[in-house]
C-alpha cells in the first residue's frame, strides 16, 4: 500500500489525523506528515482517512 | 493586562450585538481594509482570507459555541445535549467521537443518495410548477431539506412536517430568546430523542448498512460509542441538517435571481450545479462566521489574544478580500480558492459530502424546471448574522 497527499489541494484540516493517526500526523511546524508505505494491517483506517478528507487529497495505490 | 486593553484598543469596532448589525456590510468592508480583525462585544472578529484560513485550525484555539447554555444561563435536555455532542468535545474524545461517526457520512453512502435527491426534489417542483409561483422556502427548501433528512434516516418522507417543526422548536435554542423559550425546546428535544431510540431500536433488530445502521454497529462495542452518544449523533444529524441546507439554498435562489444570466447558464450546462452550490457558499453562507475560543493566551499578528478570547471568522468578509479574490463578482464558472462555509480544522462539517450532494442536485433541477425566477412579493429574512437565511421567499417563474 502507497500513500500519497495531494498537497495542493490540502488545507491542513487535519480530518486524517484524527481517523489514522498511526499514518498521518502534524510536523511541530504545523506541517502535514504521513507514513508513505504503512503495513497492510493499517488499510483500513488509512481508507477511513482518505474517506474522511474533505478536500479528498488522499490517494491510496 | 493593560498592554492587552491597549492592544485591542487601536482595532475598528464592529458592534455585532446590534440586532441591525449587518455581515454584508461597509463597516465591515471598512474594518477589513483597515485591520485583519475587528473589536467586538463578544471578542474579536477576524476578517482576512489568510488569517481565517489559519485560525480555523490554530491549536490554541477550540470550538467555540460549548458554552451557549451556560452563557444565557439554563440547563435542560437540549443543554445537556449541546454540551455533549460532537462539536463541543475536543482532543481524544473529539477524535474518537469523529472516528465513530466518519463512516456514517462517508461520500460512498451518498452515491446511492442521489437518485433519491433526484427524486425528492422533482416531487416537490411538480408541486408547484403549474401555478408558476411558490414560497420557495415552504414549498421546496425546507421540505427538501427535511425530506433528505427523512431519506437518510430511512423515514418516510410523509414524516417532513413534523421534524421540520422539531427542528425549529430545538432552534430556538440558540437565539437570544433561549431562555424565555426553554419549555418549548426541551419538549422539541424529548421528541427528537424519542425518535432517535425508536430508530435504532428498529436497526438493532434488523440490522442494515445504512446511515443509521453504520452507527449503530460502531455502537457494538460500548467503549468507542456509548447508548448516550450514539443518540447524541444522530440528533446531531436530524438538527444540523435541516435548517442549514434550508438557509443555503433560500440563499442560492436569492443570488441567482439577482443573476439571472447565471441561472440561465446552469440550466444550460447541469454540469455547473456543483461549482454553484461552492460559489453560493462563498458568496452567501448561511453560516455567516465560525467562532472560536483561546484555551490559552497566544500571540498572532503581534497582537496577545487572552486565554478565553471569543474569536468570530468571518468566513463571509473573508471570501470576498479582495487580495486573494480580485474579481470577487458571482460567476459559477471562475476558479476560486476554498470557501469557510463548512468550517474547518479538526471540526469540519461532518456532513458536507451530503450537503453538496443534495444542493448540487436541487439547484440542477430547479434551474432546468424553473425560468426566469423572481421575486414575486417580500421577502422575510432572519438577522444577516450568525447563521442567517430566508424565512419566507415568494418567488414566481415560467415553468419549462
Known amino acids: 500500500m502507497k500513500i500519497d497527499v495531494d498537497l495542493t489541494i490540502c488545507l491542513l484540516h487535519g480530518q486524517c489525523v484524527i481517523a489514522a493517526p498511526e499514518v498521518f500526523s502534524f510536523a511541530d511546524d504545523g506541517s502535514l506528515v504521513w507514513v508513505t508505505d504503512p503495513d497492510e494491517g493499517l488499510r483500513a483506517d488509512a481508507e477511513a482517512a482518505a474517506d474522511a478528507c474533505p478536500e479528498q487529497a488522499i490517494i491510496i495505490s | ?400
Open chain 2, 1 to 400: 493586562m493593560m498592554q492587552v486593553a491597549d492592544s485591542f484598543e487601536t482595532l475598528p469596532f464592529l458592534d455585532v450585538a446590534d440586532p441591525n448589525f449587518s455581515i454584508r456590510s461597509q463597516a465591515v468592508l471598512n474594518a477589513r481594509d483597515e485591520s485583519w480583525c475587528a473589536k467586538t462585544p463578544y471578542g474579536l472578529a477576524v476578517l482576512r482570507y489568510d488569517d481565517v484560513l489559519k485560525l480555523l485550525r490554530h491549536p490554541t484555539l477550540r470550538q467555540g459555541s460549548y458554552r451557549w447554555p451556560t452563557h444565557v444561563g439554563v440547563t435542560g435536555l437540549f443543554a445537556r445535549w449541546w454540551e455533549n455532542m460532537l462539536l463541543s468535545q475536543e482532543g481524544e474524545n473529539h477524535a474518537r467521537l469523529r472516528r465513530m461517526a466518519n463512516p456514517a457520512f462517508s461520500p460512498k453512502l451518498i452515491k446511492d443518495l442521489r437518485p433519491k435527491f433526484e427524486i425528492l426534489a422533482n416531487r416537490l417542483i411538480d408541486g408547484f410548477a403549474a401555478k408558476g409561483e411558490c414560497d420557495f422556502i415552504a414549498e421546496f427548501t425546507e421540505p427538501y431539506a427535511t425530506g433528505v433528512i427523512c431519506d437518510l434516516l430511512g423515514l418516510p418522507f410523509e414524516k417532513w412536517r413534523e421534524l421540520a417543526d422539531i427542528a425549529g422548536d430545538m432552534g430556538l435554542a440558540l437565539g437570544v430568546t433561549y431562555k424565555q423559550d426553554l419549555a418549548t425546546v426541551d419538549a422539541a428535544t424529548q421528541k427528537i430523542f424519542d425518535y432517535a431510540e425508536e430508530l435504532v431500536a428498529l436497526r438493532r433488530a434488523e440490522p442494515s448498512d445504512d446511515f443509521i445502521g453504520t452507527l449503530v454497529k460502531a455502537n457494538e462495542d460500548k467503549s468507542k460509542l456509548n447508548d448516550q452518544e450514539l443518540l447524541d449523533m444522530i440528533v446531531l444529524a436530524i438538527f444540523g441538517g435541516i435548517d442549514t441546507t434550508r438557509n443555503q439554498l433560500g440563499l442560492a435562489m436569492d443570488m441567482f435571481i439577482r443573476h439571472p444570466d447565471q441561472w440561465a447558464l446552469l440550466a444550460e450546462k447541469p454540469e455547473l450545479a456543483r461549482a454553484a452550490v461552492e460559489e453560493v457558499m462563498r458568496v452567501r453562507p448561511t453560516i455567516t462566521w465560525v467562532t472560536r475560543e483561546a484555551t490559552e493566551t497566544f500571540t498572532y499578528n503581534d497582537l496577545e489574544i487572552p486565554k478565553g478570547t471569543t474569536l468570530h471568522l468571518f468566513s463571509q468578509a473573508a471570501c470576498s478580500d479582495p487580495t486573494v479574490f480580485p474579481n470577487p463578482e458571482f460567476d459559477i464558472t471562475a476558479e476560486r480558492n476554498p470557501h469557510f462555509g463548512f468550517g474547518g480544522g479538526a471540526h469540519h462539517c461532518l456532513g458536507h459530502f451530503i450537503a453538496r450532494g443534495d444542493m448540487t442536485e436541487a439547484l440542477k433541477l430547479l434551474a432546468q424546471r424553473l425560468k426566469n425566477p423572481r421575486f414575486n412579493g417580500d421577502v422575510s429574512w432572519l438577522p444577516d448574522s450568525g447563521n442567517t437565511g430566508a424565512i419566507k421567499m415568494p418567488i414566481a417563474f415560467d415553468p419549462a
